[in-house]
Structures are given as C-alpha cells and as structure tokens.
C-alpha cells in the first residue's frame, strides 16, 4: 500500500521519531524472505570432529584498552589545543565512527567557570561546537544573565562526539572520554565547575542522584592534576528547561547562587555580555 503522505511530510515524521541519518547507501528490505542457511554435512558416527580452535578473548578495556590509552594520550597533553589535537587522532571511542565532527569546546581556555553538558546534538555535530542548538541560545542568554559569555566562560560535553540518533552516551564512551576531560578540565584550570544536566552531574560530582536533588548545592571537584579541589555545582540542562518551562524559575534561582559564588570566588566577568 503506497502512502498518501507527501515525502516532506514522510521526513518530518522520521526526525521526530529521532530517525535523522542514514546508515548505509542503500535501503534494506527487512520483511524481504531470508534463505535457510545450508545444513552441514553429517559427520560419521566413527570419525572424532576436529577440535574447534578458541576464539582469542577480546581486548579488555583497562589499563591496556582504550580507557588506557585515553588516560595515555590525556596525560601528555600541555595545553588545551594540544588536548583536541589529541582527541581528533584519538580512535579508541565508536561514537568517532557515526559523528561529523570532533566537538570538543567553546569559549574562553582559561576562564574562571567552566559548563560541563552530556553530548552533543545534531546542530552541535554539524558546526563541531558545543551548545549551539535552542539550547545553547539558551544557555548563552543565562549566562548573558550573570554577567557571563562565551569569552569569559567555557563550555563541552562529557563526551565529543555525538551518540547516534542523540541517544544517550553509555558508561563505557563516557569513562573513555572522561581522562580527556579530566584534562581539559585542568588545563582550564577553572574557580567553578558547573554540571549541566543530570548525566553530566553524576559523572563529574560522582553523585548517583536526579539533578533536581543536586541543584543548589555546592560540591568539590578534584583531580590529580588540579592543584586544589574546585568548588562544583549542577544546574537544569538547558533541553530539559525549553521542555519544563516551569523549571526556569528554579533555574534562575540557581544562577543566582552561581553569581554570588563568582563574586565570592573573584571570577572574572564578561566585559561585553549578550
């Protein structure tokens, strides 16, 4: 039964299905008949089969996998352009292979405040910037409410690639990008840590818990290479606040806190905010 649907619509149903890209050149007909595999030879009854060589075990991702060579290669980084450097001839995360772009991070390398979101989106893979879909506008206008933009902050995901259809990063790309952003993260050298969104939160403040039982609430970042714990806090992603409008009100409160801490901290300001 042909559709009555004009092919415009069609596609517009598949974005909003989450369908947005293609993964091979040609369409695969899945209702098509599947021929039966041929059965083996029977073996005779007198004649011992073979032995069946092991299979080699696959290659554990430990110290000697790409979580490994993640913290290898993050390690010897020295600056953050050399840390994206890095990322770009890094191939040990799969979600390299289905993204169009590296988005790795915006913004001011050595500002006082640093946005840590979940992943990139669709808008995000195609520019190969964090946070330039609605809700990047939106992020910028809440930081433009306290006195912050893009040259007096800076902004990246807890991994920099984007997950296919945006599903949501497993914990195994994400432990793989984290030594790069552990890295990033002290390069940047930041007074602030800012968690945007509940997956973003839970990796960084190693809280197990919703966001709505994080925000407003101060927590330490550490890590070998920072030469002192930073202070870290979680706010609403900037999605979850464009779909739960009624959340802006706590949201603004939050920025709020973050602002007071800015100035408690000596944080520097944007001098030209949107």
């Known amino acids: ?11 517009e149903w598949y974005l909003q299905a989450g369908v947005d890209e293609t993964i091979g050149d040609d369409p695969v007909d899945r209702f098509a008949a599947i021929e039966p595999a041929e059965a083996p030879e029977p073996v005779p009854e007198k004649e011992t089969p073979p032995p069946v060589p092991a299979a080699p075990a696959a290659p554990a991702i430990g110290a000697d996998g790409a979580s490994g060579e993640a913290r290898r290669t993050a390690a010897a980084a020295q600056g953050v352009d050399e840390l994206r450097a890095a990322l770009e001839k890094f191939e040990g995360c799969g979600l390299k292979k289905t993204a169009t772009n590296l988005v790795f991070g915006d913004g001011n390398a050595e500002a006082d405040i640093i946005f840590i979101g979940e992943a990139p989106g669709a808008e995000e893979d195609r520019k190969g910037v964090p946070f330039v879909g609605p809700s990047g506008q939106l992020l910028d206008r809440m930081l433009a409410s306290i006195g912050l933009d893009r040259t007096a902050a800076y902004i990246s995901n807890t991994v920099f690639w984007r997950p296919p259809g945006n599903r949501n990063p497993t914990t195994g790309e994400m432990a793989v990008c984290m030594p790069f952003l552990e890295r990033m993260i002290e390069l940047v050298d930041p007074k602030i840590v800012v968690a945007v969104g509940g997956p973003a939160a839970n990796s960084l403040l190693g809280q197990k818990t919703s966001v709505g039982k994080l ?14 714990p930073v202070e870290a806090t979680a706010i609403y992603h900037p999605a979850y606040l464009l779909r739960t409008p009624a959340q802006k009100r706590a949201a603004w409160q939050d920025l ?6 800015m100035r408690t901290l000596g944080c520097r300001e944007s001098t030209n905010p949107l």
Do not use: C, H, N
């Not at 039964?1 to 596609?11: G, N, Q, R, V, Y």
């Open 256 to 261: 709020l806190e973050i602002r007071a801490k």
């Open 215 to 228: 925000r407003g609430k101060w927590f330490t970042y550490s890590s070998a290479g920072l030469a002192q």
């Open 1 to 11: 039964m042909k559709s009555e649907l004009p092919p415009k619509k069609i596609l």
